[in-house]
């Protein structure tokens, strides 16, 4: 059994505190990047309980993810939304403590994929649906300006990325000042967003959604920021058709899909995620960076390009021979930068195909005009 106080001291105790009883099985759960997270079984009082633990990961770019998490998921306990019951929070190292939900947290296939993916609709419209104001948000930081929905996130990841000169990349050095010089003007409605909506980050069971987890980059934004992070998932995790998907989200009282800024979302979804992967493989130590990451990469920035391609009108080029050079044009030429940037995406892919596998041929689904 794990020793869990070799990563925060006091953290057993304070399990056993929470829990009113004493831990009888810990067993390390593999797969985030950003948190280190625990699956423990308590002999409590009342009864055996099965629990979750969460320790914010130093260095990940997480640092503050618990704490968000966790204001969400208490925020959220007396709504519709399903999520995890909090046991405790701010625990030792940040630590934070939920009941654990029966499910599966992979991407729905097969039968499953429809009924799943049609209930996640229902609830990413319903979560759109609540009055952020009566949210009890306090971690959540408000907007610096009015119209201030896309940017506010960016700026902080920004400032720590161009500090960092081994994580800069071409296509998030364009990508930045493209976000700025087409933020969107207006916003039919601020809501609380998840930030990273779709498989992965839900457990269904039984063709339902059980709980929707992982809040810790939650915020006040645009809807159409949720419906973007879904689209782009789907490179790696299918979704089913995605005109489907915003048909049902409509239908469930979701706001009315506006395609131009959620062509915008998407792209600034896909460039925030590649610049987050671009810190993790710079401040990794090559042994401790897992192997699929290079190829995600790999796959953000054609997607990054394909996004961006289409929010600018602009044909997604087809397969160069080789692999271009960017041009020296300046770097806010967007005509001349992007079909560059999504060229040369393109070759990298087709460089790595054995790499990459069956996802070497997965590209974004058109967003449908309304």
Known sequence: ????????????????????????????????????????DVDADAGPRELFLTLDAPGSGGEDGNARDSAVLSALAHTSIPVPALVGRDGPGGALLMERVAGRSDAPAGEDLEPVMSDLMRHVAALHD??????????????????????????????????????????????????RRHEPRSVDRIALVHGDIGPGNMLYEGGRVRALIDWEIAHLGDPMEDLAALSGRDMSTPIGDFATRLGEYEAAGGVPVDAERLRYYRALVLIRNSLLI?????????AQIPSQLPAFALLLRRAASQALCEAQGTPFPALPASIPELPA??????????PALAARAQARCAEQRDLLGALADRFLQPVPNT
């Open 130 to 179: 609540l009055d952020p104001g009566k949210l009890s948000l306090p971690e959540i930081p408000a907007l610096s300006k009015p119209r201030s929905l896309a940017l506010d996130q960016i700026e902080p990841l920004e400032v720590t990325y161009r500090d960092t000169p081994a994580a800069r990349h071409p296509l998030v050095d364009f990508g930045l000042g493209w976000l």
């Open 278 to 286: 671009c810190l993790t493989l710079a401040n990794s130590e090559p």
């Open 329 to 338: 044009a300046p770097l806010d030429d967007d005509a001349t930068w992007i």
């Open 1 to 40: 059994m794990q020793n869990l106080d070799e990563h925060a001291a006091g953290l057993r105790d304070w399990i056993e505190r929470c829990a009113a009883g004493p831990v009888v099985r810990c067993e390390l759960h593999t797969g985030g990047s950003h948190r280190i997270a625990w699956q423990i």
